[in-house]
Each structure stands twice: as C-alpha cells, then as structure tokens.
Nanobody, 126 residues
C-alpha cells in the first residue's frame, strides 16, 4: 500500500510563495509518477502539475505554468511543488497523487492515478 502525505499549505498574500511537500511511503518511490491536483470550493478537481518517475519530464496546467515548479528527490521519497506569484484564484485544497503507470511519463488525468493524499489547504488573500 502506498501512502501520501502533503504538507506546507497555509495562508499567504497575493504575490507570495509557498512550497508544498508530498511524502510518499510504502513501495519503491522511484516507480511512481506523481502529480498535484487542486480543488476549489464548488469546483471540480483540476490538474496542476506532474513529474515522471525519473524526474526527467514535467507538465503543468496553463494557469500555473511559469509560476509553479514541480520537482522530486527520490532518495527522500518526496515531491515538491514550489508555488510563486500566488493569486487568489490559486486558493484550493491541493492533493498529491501517485501513478504506477508503466512508462516514464507524466500523467494529467486524475483517473491515471492510483493513490491520493488527504490534501492541504492553500489560501491566497488579495
């Protein structure tokens, strides 16, 4: 069983930065691609960023590209989401997810992921 635990959320002013962490345990971390998703009140869960299991490939939604950066440190079993130039529209619960897909690839669909964390709240004030 794979477990994911997010941390690093909080309240920040517009223009500020936060770094989210996703600690993954249970099985070989380097076997999993990892993604970040978010869900704002009254909205559907949406893709934010993804990183391949090797770390060689990344992908971002258009709304965060250029502001957010995803990375992973396999020896620490951790994936990070660095969020800069935050906007009130970034306010949401952020979830990390792990995919055991067989390719060294990024996955952007929620259905591609097998395991999910409990989420961490990010609130950006204007």
């Amino acid at each position: 069983q794979v477990q994911l635990v997010e941390s690093g959320g909080g309240l920040v002013q517009a223009g500020g930065s936060l770094r989210l962490s996703c600690a993954v345990s249970g099985r070989t971390f380097s076997s999993y691609a990892v993604g970040w998703f978010r869900q704002a009140p009254g909205k559907e869960r949406e893709f934010v960023a993804a990183i391949a299991r090797s770390g060689a490939y990344t992908d971002y939604s258009g709304s965060v590209k250029g502001r957010f950066s995803i990375s992973r440190v396999n020896v620490k079993n951790t994936v990070y989401l660095q969020m800069n130039s935050l906007e009130p529209e970034d306010t949401a619960v952020y979830y990390c997810a792990a995919s055991g897909g067989g390719y060294d690839y990024t996955y952007v669909g929620a259905n591609d992921y097998d395991y999910w964390g409990q989420g961490t709240q990010v609130t950006v004030s204007s």
